[in-house]
């Protein structure tokens, strides 16, 4: 059977790791029919802001497999990563990142035993790229986070842990802080965690985990965390055991797979024929694997550990020795084909069982949704107080009543006698007389508000089947709306 995937040399290091990945891969008698294309840099120079151009679309749509290197991020203003494009464009909700102590290889943390995998959900949070600037002094990022996306990304924990003949899946948020949009991680995780009984579930707040992954990583078997979070995490994983070269990825939708190093393109090494191509060639396993080439996927994992317990290391990694070229240690690889590793621990790989998740957008509803209230939000140069008193006296006649004004999620009006630092961007929270109000009557309030004031953007304060939906202020007072309008809701 010949197998078509879209290749994607990338840029920087990218062509050097990834014809040294695709060499040993050919070498193993897989037969492949590689599309090359092309994303990333070059594209962006070609006025397509994306970074990928249509024929590699195409190519992806056909295929539905990807190996590729690293694509060049603009950094700051300006164009959207590739890497992220790609994600999205083809929903690969799931980022998988095997952390492996490999042989031979001087850390800290050498003999510990570590092996864990960092399953990252992959489209969402702070990544999904919804930026805005609501006054020119403040920026604002939204942290979208979906049950559908945790449900996904969840199940595909459990399976992949099950995959693996792993025992144990810890899920790490930030619910603690972030009730909302982390906690819907940790929520989803404990209720679909039951149907996983072979499998140790625990949660655990990310900031002890990555306290907890210094001390003592070999207690982990996986992690599913959000989007920033795996991110950060996985890039923590890839230190104790070695450094980005060393840390593949797989990034996993449905009937979709994009097999690609963590490390970046390293623009100032290319050409230079002295970098590591281990994090691609694992890539390169993983891929073979998902394609159910077993065999061919073990011969390249062992070649390699045997590689590095001989003493031929990239430099990398080689510390006080002589580190061998990119081409020099991927022809000590090929030559060590049939040979097998004395220390590393196989693993009784499986195909992933991958879950299906209702493609209806609206995974979870309510029976009742009512509207407290809204939160405007203000561009104004005037202070809490003076705010306060011109926002009181321009809705004494509507259906609202002004309840308080933050800065940056801390009250500032009615004052709490403090004086917190404020920018130009003001919270101001309305609740409705009557304890629900209309879509109407909300448009009512910002057309008396931009009398006097510059509005910037809004969120309704919602009850769904009688729950809040919206946060309180550093500071506010546990009542969402005045007593009387409580009573008469």
């Known amino acids: 059977m010949t197998h078509h995937i879209t290749l994607i040399s990338g840029d920087g290091i990218g062509p050097e790791v990834v014809g040294a990945t695709r060499t040993l891969i050919d070498a ?10 092309e994303a990333g840099k070059e594209v962006f120079k070609k006025g397509i802001t994306s970074g990928v151009p249509q024929e590699t679309i195409e190519s992806i749509k056909s295929t539905r497999l990807v190996l590729k290197g690293p694509l060049e991020t603009p950094v700051g203003f300006g164009e ?22 490999f042989p031979n290889v001087d850390t800290p943390y050498r003999g510990k035993g570590i092996d864990f995998v960092i399953i990252r959900e992959n489209v969402e949070d702070l990544y999904a790229g919804i930026e805005y600037l609501s006054t020119p002094g403040v920026a604002k990022c939204l942290k979208l986070i979906s049950r ?15 995959s693996e003949g792993r025992k144990s899946l810890h899920c790490a948020t930030k619910a603690n802080i972030m009730k909302f949009s982390e906690g819907m991680l940790k929520k989803t995780f404990e209720e679909i965690a039951p149907e996983y009984p072979d499998i140790e579930a625990h949660h655990i707040i990310v900031d002890n985990c990555a306290h907890q992954l210094v001390r003592f ?13 795996g991110d950060i995490l996985s890039d923590l994983g890839s230190g104790l055991i070695g450094g980005l070269g060393l840390a593949p990825g797989a990034n996993i939708g449905d009937g979709i797979a994009i097999f690609e190093a963590v490390h970046g393109s390293a623009p100032k090494y290319a050409g230079q024929n002295t970098i590591n191509p281990t994090a691609v060639l694992f890539s390169g396993v993983m891929m073979l694997r998902h394609l159910g080439e077993f065999e061919a996927a073990r011969t390249i994992e062992q070649a390699v550990l045997a590689t590095l317990e001989s003493g031929v290391m990239p430099q990398d990694i080689s510390g006080a020795r002589a580190g061998a070229s990119t081409t020099g240690f991927t022809e000590a690889v090929l030559k060590n084909f049939g040979k097998t590793s004395r220390a590393w621990k196989e693993r009784d790989y499986k195909p992933i069982k991958m879950p299906k998740v209702d493609k ?5 509803a309510s029976k009742e949704t009512k509207v407290l209230g809204v939160d405007v939000f203000l561009d104004s140069p005037l202070f809490g107080e003076d705010l306060g008193r011109s926002l009181t006296r321009l809705v004494e006649k509507t259906a609202f009543e002004l309840k308080m004004i933050s800065n940056r999620g801390v009250q500032i009006y009615p004052s709490a006698g ?45 009850t769904f089947d009688g729950k809040e939906a919206f946060s309180k202020a550093q500071g506010e007072n546990q009542t969402a709306a005045p007593q009387k309008a409580a009573a008469s809701a």
């Open 28 to 37: 193993t008698g897989v037969k492949i029919d590689w599309e090359v294309c």
């Open 80 to 101: 959207k990563s590739a890497n992220v494009t790609l994600r999205k464009l083809f929903e690969t909700y799931a980022n998988i990142r095997p952390i492996k102590e």
């Open 148 to 162: 559908k996306g945790c449900e996904k990304i969840v199940r595909l924990a459990f399976e992949f842990v099950r």
């Open 217 to 229: 990583p070999e207690k982990f078997e996986a992690i599913v965390t959000t989007n920033m979070n």
């Open 360 to 364: 209806r957008p609206d995974l979870v």
């Open 418 to 462: 403090t004086s917190p630092d404020v920018v130009d961007l003001w919270s101001c929270r309305f609740v409705g007389r009557s304890g629900n109000v209309s879509h109407e009557e909300v448009r009512s309030l910002l057309a008396i508000l931009e009398k006097e004031h510059r509005w910037v953007n809004l969120e309704l304060l919602q």
